[in-house]
């Protein structure tokens, strides 16, 4: 279909989409505390995902099954950390702090493979870049000490903001893995991801039942799951996949500076939550971190294609 092909193929609207519903993740984390357990919540997400991928994707999947099977170990690990990891640690986070401070700290990503790409790929990081980095550091730390020296000192960090730090390095860690993805079609690759992270939340779930701590999904619980499992879980994830394989994980993981703008707007509107002056500050930060990084990179890539 040409709509869908000319959609498939604008990697500024995909990514812009994704970090939307990434953002509503942020709220539905905070809107399912008491409607269903963690654990519950990642493995009906992907199971959920797995059954629609059976359906969408499997003759794709058919087809590409050679060129995937070389490398299902790197897969497993990707859907186990950056999927079914990533997600336990958000929903765990969301019991212990807020949908901004979740948000905030999520925009820190883009910081985070920046850093991983220098250590891993030996990509090469200005003074630029690492003044943006030093920025974006200082607004984690502004959220997590909540704006207070004293908290700082006293190393009193928020356990929901330690927690959502850890995710966001694991899903740092699975956007630069995604730059040596199989050179398979998006759709086969993210249904093996989400057949992977369906069967790794398994064990999670045993785990929270054997701790007597499960709660199985209220009518909310289960509109919230259902929300999470179709934006946040599935339609983002194509999308981002998309966008990395047009523009690569460093610039698409700027995108991810959108998620504590978003975030903090729909905590505001929909949880009616308090948006605190360091909150303000951590922003600032964050996001004025990014776009020098970026907008010197930007400069620079300008600068070579006109030579």
Request: aromatic share 12%.
């Amino acid at each position: 279909m040409p709509f869908f092909s000319s959609f498939y193929s604008r990697p500024m609207l995909l990514l812009v989409l994704t970090t939307l519903m990434w953002s509503g993740n942020a709220v539905a984390g905070q809107l399912v505390v008491g409607h269903a357990s963690p654990m519950v919540v990642v493995f009906l997400r992907w199971a959920i995902v797995a059954g629609l991928m059976s359906l969408i994707a499997w003759k794709e999947l058919k087809a590409c099954w050679g060129e995937i099977r070389p490398h299902l170990v790197s897969i497993a690990l990707m859907a186990a950390f950056g999927f079914s990891g990533f997600n336990g640690l958000f929903y765990l986070a969301a019991h212990n702090t807020t949908a901004v401070n979740m948000g905030i700290l999520q925009g820190s990503i883009p910081m985070m493979v920046v850093i991983g790409a220098y250590f891993l790929f030996g990509a090469r990081v200005t003074l630029i870049q690492f003044t943006g980095i030093i920025l974006t550091l200082i607004g984690v730390i502004v959220v997590a000490s909540q704006g207070s020296l004293d908290v700082l000192l006293s190393l009193q960090i928020n356990p929901g903001d330690a927690l959502m730090l850890v995710a966001s390095i694991l899903y740092a860690g699975y956007t630069i893995a995604l730059r040596n993805r199989p050179k398979v079609p998006a759709l086969a690759f993210f249904a093996v991801m989400a057949f992977v992270a369906s069967l790794v939340s398994f064990p999670m779930l045993a785990i929270e039942y054997a701790h007597g701590s499960i709660i199985w999904p209220s009518m909310q619980g289960w509109l919230v799951v259902l929300y999470i499992s179709l934006c946040p879980s599935f339609l983002s994830q194509i999308f981002y996949i998309r966008g990395v394989e047009l523009i690569g994980p460093s610039r698409a993981g700027v995108f991810v500076n959108l998620v504590p703008v978003f975030a903090a707007v729909m905590a505001i509107v929909v949880l009616g939550e308090h948006f605190g002056l360091y909150h303000g500050v951590a922003l600032v930060l964050v996001l004025g971190g990014i776009w020098i990084a970026e907008r010197f990179a930007w400069e620079k890539q300008q600068r070579k294609v006109k030579a």
